[in-house]
């Protein structure tokens, strides 16, 4: 009987989010948003909805005090220019904080679009949600694991850095080279409250369900893996080529390695979503790590380095973000 009634509150919910046609501002239900958040969701309207033609897309912003929609063109970005931002210029001049729900393809890249002459991420931090349900996320000491391929260099000398950044020495775990093996991080993940890892990431599998993190002995963490632990870190931050990708022929985000980390607990992710070098990698996070240190936490961190960020590395360094459940 009690999965039942649950069933029925659940069938009810999935009703609710399918009206006639797309909801106007004022059916929508409030979202729980912090004093200076804006929380930013696009959606495409209904095939047959005739009014869809040239306007296919609808979105929102919702901020503490105020709820605003707008028709939509298709996204494009030309020289960093999203038309989606310009109707929600006025709610996002104040934001602190700015939340896109339920990421996809055409939102992706907002952090970097320009919004008052600077990147959005430089006026605000911008973190993508996957709008999933809070879970109970892992406490403790650093887990590092650094190039456990054992053909990253740069990778190599990133985790030394961030394992003494974090003062692994002092309790937590930096598991180098072939002590990187997959029993062995799966076994320390579940007690580790912060995790890093620099090294290579390999996207796979429908919706990214394959997708991986290779490990010493030509092993790999599978997306699949981090949903079977008992709990995951706190914090994750993936420095490895496209470990923040989801499917890109999804309408919403797909279950990507940072994606699976978030449904299983984690409170933030901090993934690039395209290639980056593990030279540049590196250089990015010694920046991110000092401002870590410093007392700031993973979202303002990643906005503070991209925001320092100069013309050769900018395109590059805006391949990370933050994401958060």
């Known amino acids: 009987a009690e999965k039942s009634k649950r ?23 409030p979202l729980p948003l ?19 033609k040239g306007n296919p897309w609808r979105g929102f912003a919702a901020s503490a005090k105020d709820t605003q929609t ?14 989606w931002l310009a109707p929600f210029t006025e709610i996002l001049k104040g934001a602190k904080r700015i939340k896109v729900l339920a990421t996809n393809q055409q ?14 991420q430089k006026h605000a931090p911008v973190v993508y949600s996957l709008d999933v349900p809070p879970s109970q996320a892992a406490s403790g000491h650093a887990l590092v694991v650094a190039d456990p391929a054992g053909d990253l260099p740069s990778a190599h000398e990133e985790g030394q850095e961030v394992a003494e950044s974090l ?12 002590k990187g093996s997959r029993d062995a991080v799966m076994a320390l993940l579940p007690s580790s409250g912060w995790f890093h ?13 394959q997708s991986g993190l290779p490990l010493a002995r030509q092993q790999r963490l599978l997306a699949a893996d981090v949903l079977s632990l008992p709990a995951v870190p706190e914090v994750v931050v993936l420095s490895a080529c496209e470990a923040g990708r989801s499917a890109g022929n999804s309408s919403t985000a797909g279950m990507g390695l940072a994606q699976a980390f978030l449904v299983a607990g984690a409170k933030v992710v901090i993934a690039p979503t395209h290639p980056v070098s593990d030279t540049l990698s590196r250089a990015f996070m010694q920046r991110f790590y000092k401002h870590v240190s410093a007392g700031l936490p993973p979202e303002r961190a990643l906005q503070t380095t991209a925001s320092e960020a100069n013309a050769q590395q900018e395109h590059d360094w805006s391949t990370f ?5």
Do not use: C, W
């Not at 069933?7 to 239900?29: H, I, K, M, N, T």
């Not at 003062?167 to 072939?178: E, Y």
């Open 107 to 120: 939102t992706e890249e907002l952090h970097q679009a320009t919004f008052e002459h600077q990147a959005l």
């Open 70 to 83: 707008a028709t939509l063109p298709e996204p494009t970005i030309s020289a960093g220019n999203h038309a």
């Open 167 to 178: 003062g692994v020495g002092k309790g937590g775990r930096l598991l180098s080279g072939l």
């Open 321 to 325: 973000r933050t994401l958060v459940p």
């Open 7 to 29: 069933g029925e509150v659940a069938l009810d919910r999935a009703y609710s989010q399918l009206p006639d046609s797309l909801p106007s501002a004022d059916r929508l239900s």
């Open 197 to 209: 890892y620099a090294g290579h990431s390999i996207f796979a599998g429908q919706e990214g369900l």
């Open 34 to 52: 912090e004093a200076g958040e804006v929380a930013l969701l696009f959606v495409r309207e209904m095939a047959f909805d005739a009014a869809a």
